[in-house]
């Protein structure tokens, strides 16, 4: 049979420990023998990053501007243990931070359901996406102690040096604390475009709330520039394929979300987002069966796993012991990264056979083959556990048969 051809290259990232292994073996064993893979190659690995000074990191992310789609593989994050480990010049910074920053882009997760293994809110029978908005709040403030006797005030000078005072509060009789936040204006309608633009991708209904009875000020800028951009922008696309943007507030949007059964993304101000993140993707039970997809306001996306390097399995195959490390979510970083690159350069066996790659994936862990972390919360009844290598041939025998 003749392999698939792409028109354009993917920017492919490679990265560090269980994670770099795995992406080999996907490679190999799951995409090589169906497609003539093109791809731009990044070696994001700390060795490398370190050699180049890590000019690596911001060259693939250059690429990707230039290409518009990228798929990438954990990478570490260098922390004090890492500098002897890797010999390291500098303690580099996270590889995903630098490449957002460049990319200024929206980062949506979703999880990955299969049969027998249900979630802790078993309603949820559709993913529920979370988009985290990545600037600004308390993640960028300015916060003091203050004595008493102390009386605190927001200031504001515009270009022609005039100034607005505020009361935040007098400190008559007791010491206490202040904290300064600010976003912008731009980045809150990049994230507002950067969700709405995924909500036609997925045809699925886009949630935003904040807490703007409250904040009159402060969080009601953010519903009204969502709304805006909503109603000037998007409405008639999405009237079309009859989904909706629903806003209402941040307490409401939980209680709607525990009782819902999925299928929306949710737009989260940036705390939010933290913290509900880790609560969702827990909820549906395994950090390795969530992907994650980096979305700029301009459409570049960049594909990834939303677990890291899985160090422990690493250095357990570094023994020479064989490991049960789950690749789902590297896989379907990779299959969403060919679907992407199928859609823009209209080439459908691309698609298609992306479809392919997960629904193999999916069958293979409902047919009861699956990695010890599901074994362990598989409510199937016959279900087998296999090494890390072995799973991924088990997909391949049925992503040949498909
Ligand atoms: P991790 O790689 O996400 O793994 C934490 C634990 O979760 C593992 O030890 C394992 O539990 C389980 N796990 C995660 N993914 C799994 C998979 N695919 N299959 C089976 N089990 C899985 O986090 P970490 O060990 O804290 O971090 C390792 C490195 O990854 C760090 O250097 C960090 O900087 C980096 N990191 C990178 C990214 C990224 O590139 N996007 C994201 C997060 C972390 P058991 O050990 O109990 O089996
Ligand atoms: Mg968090």
């Not at 893979?37 to 060259?59: A, F, M, P, Q, S």
């Not at 690749?327 to 299959?335: D, E, H």
């Amino acid at each position: 049979m003749a392999k698939i051809q792409m028109k354009t290259p993917l920017v492919e990232m490679d990265g560090d420990e269980m994670t770099r292994i795995l992406w080999k073996w996907i490679k190999e064993i799951l995409i090589l023998p169906y497609v003539d893979l093109k791809t731009e190659y990044y070696d994001l690995g700390l060795e490398h990053r370190n050699e180049t000074d890590d000019k690596v990191t911001i060259e693939s992310a250059e690429a990707t501007k230039k290409y518009g789609v990228a798929v990438k593989c954990a990478t570490i994050t260098p922390n004090a243990a890492r500098m002897p480990e890797y010999n390291l010049k500098e303690m580099w910074k996270s590889p995903n931070g630098t490449i957002r920053a460049i990319l200024d882009g929206t980062v949506f997760r979703t999880p990955i359901l299969v049969k027998g293994i249900t979630p802790y809110i078993p309603t949820w029978t559709k993913p529920i996406t979370i988009a985290r908005h990545a600037y600004g709040d308390v993640y960028k403030n300015t916060e003091m102690q203050v004595k008493k006797g102390s009386k605190a005030e927001l200031v504001v000078t515009d270009e022609n040096g005039n100034e607005t005072r505020q009361e935040i509060f007098n400190f008559k009789d007791t010491d206490g604390i202040i904290q300064g936040l600010h976003n912008k204006d731009d980045s809150i309608a990049g994230f507002a475009r950067a969700c709405l633009n995924y909500g036609l991708d997925l045809k699925q209904d886009v949630w935003f709330a904040s807490k703007d009875t409250i904040s009159k000020k402060y969080d009601h800028r953010f519903k009204d520039i969502f709304q805006e951009i909503y109603d000037n922008e998007y409405k008639e696309k999405y009237e079309a394929l009859g989904i909706e943007y629903f806003y209402t507030l941040i307490d409401d949007a939980v209680a709607r979300v525990i009782r819902s059964n999925g299928g929306y993304i949710w737009a989260c101000k940036n705390y939010d987002g933290d913290v509900m993140s880790d609560m969702v993707s827990t909820a549906y039970g395994s950090l390795a069966m969530m992907t994650s997809v980096l979305v700029s306001p301009d459409g570049i996306y960049e594909y990834e796993a939303a677990h890291g390097t899985v160090q422990r399995h690493y250095y357990k195959y570094l023994k020479g012991e064989t490991t049960s490390t789950n690749s789902v979510a590297t896989i379907f970083a990779w299959s969403g990264a060919l679907r992407k690159r199928g859609e823009l350069d209209n080439t459908p066996d691309l698609c298609e056979f992306a479809d392919k790659l997960e629904k193999a994936t999916i069958q293979t862990i409902e047919e009861g083959v699956m990695t010890g972390d599901l074994y362990m919360i598989s409510k199937l009844e016959n279900k087998k556990k296999v090494d890390s290598e072995e799973f991924l041939k088990e997909i391949g025998k049925r992503l040949e048969a498909l």
